[in-house]
């Protein structure tokens, strides 16, 4: 889906390093979400964030830190992360409606994190 | 208890069968439902939504609802080398479109 974009795909770090990773969706969504997905483990919601503002905090913890400066990019701060945190993580973003039936969400090609 | 319930597989069909994907979820309050396909490596691609009772078809794909089951599947015609990938059923679960996702069928579609 290349409505939804992700940088960098591939990432390496050690536990004390400090990285960011980035998503920009160019679909005129206003909502947009960090999954995290683990081998043999189903997607996790990790944030949603709604008209920027972080709706949702799915009991992650605070070496994950997400960002949306505005409503076409989001970010997610790592710092200190653990071995355990290896995973590949997706950025999606959706257009919120009300009323019955939910949003369809779009995925980007997401970010394989390797911490050491 | 699992939200979102899926059999891991794999699912073998031969080309040009039926494939069988089922879903079953806990929370009677969804609305509306998902199925995404994912390629090893890939991120998950939507398939088809559906929101109300009974099928809906796309092409190869027939989605199937059946709210009072709490049981959601997908059919696809025709299976091809191509269809061979993670299929992912999900549905939407409390505020702010949180969606939640099994942990997928494989499905491994043979010559």
């Known amino acids: 889906e290349t409505g939804v974009t992700q940088t960098p795909r591939h990432l390496v770090m050690g536990m004390t390093n400090k990285k960011s990773l980035k998503c920009e969706q160019h679909l005129g969504h206003n909502a947009m979400y960090w999954y995290k997905q683990s081998a043999k483990k189903p997607l996790e919601l990790m944030f949603v964030y709604s008209l920027e503002e972080r709706v949702e905090n799915n009991s992650v913890p605070s070496r994950f830190s997400p960002e949306c400066p505005n409503s076409s990019h989001l970010f997610l701060h790592l710092h200190t992360l653990q071995p355990e945190d290896s995973a590949l993580y997706l950025c999606?973003?959706?257009?919120?409606?009300?009323?019955?039936?939910?949003?369809?969400?779009?995925f980007g090609p997401g970010t394989r994190l390797t911490v050491l | 208890q699992k939200e979102v319930e899926q059999n891991s597989g794999p699912l073998s069909v031969p080309e040009g069968a039926i494939a069988s994907l089922n879903c079953t979820y806990s929370d009677r309050g969804s609305q509306s439902f998902f199925w995404y396909r994912q390629y090893s490596g890939k991120s998950p691609e939507l398939i088809m939504f559906?929101?109300?009772?009974g099928d809906k078809e796309d092409g190869r794909f027939t989605a199937q609802l059946n709210k009072a089951s709490q049981y959601v599947s997908l059919l696809i015609r025709d299976s091809q080398p191509s269809d061979s990938a993670t299929y992912l059923c999900?549905?939407?679960?409390?505020?702010?479109?949180?969606?939640?996702f099994g942990a997928g069928t494989r499905l491994a579609v043979h010559p």
């Open positions: 999606a973003s959706s257009q919120e409606k009300t009323g019955l039936g939910g949003d369809t969400q779009y």
């Open positions: 999900a549905v939407i679960s409390g505020g702010y479109n949180k969606l939640i």
């Open positions: 559906i929101y109300s009772n």
